[in-house]
């Protein structure tokens, strides 16, 4: 039973590569999750979905989550919104 539900959340691509799962209805693209305190400044940009963003979060448009991520806000590296909204990812440098 559980195999099955795992199955469902990820749609294989014909390279066997799963696929995010459509959202519902409503639901937003992107979100920004927020900091504690009176201004909640803003953290991390997390694609819709993400399950680590947390509870205090607003919904961004793709515009916004553009911006957000431009001015060096970090992305989620679980979902990773910044390899999907077509940012430039510097490769890590080598350790020496």
């Known amino acids: 039973m559980a195999a099955h539900r795992r199955q469902d959340r990820t749609h294989q691509?014909?390279?066997g590569r799963g696929?995010?799962?459509?959202?519902?209805?409503?639901?937003?693209?992107?979100?920004?999750?927020?900091?504690?305190g009176e201004r909640q400044p803003p953290l991390q940009v997390h694609a819709?979905?993400?399950?680590?963003?947390?509870?205090?979060?607003?919904?961004v448009d793709r515009d916004e989550a553009r911006r957000l991520l431009t001015n060096k806000l970090t992305a989620c590296g679980h979902c990773q919104p910044d390899n999907t909204l077509g940012r430039v990812i510097?490769?890590?440098?080598?350790?020496?």
């Open 13 to 15: 691509t014909p390279s």
């Open 19 to 36: 696929t995010r799962t459509p959202q519902p209805a409503g639901a937003s693209e992107w979100i920004t999750e927020l900091g504690i």
């Open 48 to 59: 819709g979905d993400c399950h680590l963003a947390g509870t205090r979060h607003r919904p």
């Open 90 to 96: 510097q490769p890590p440098l080598p350790h020496r």
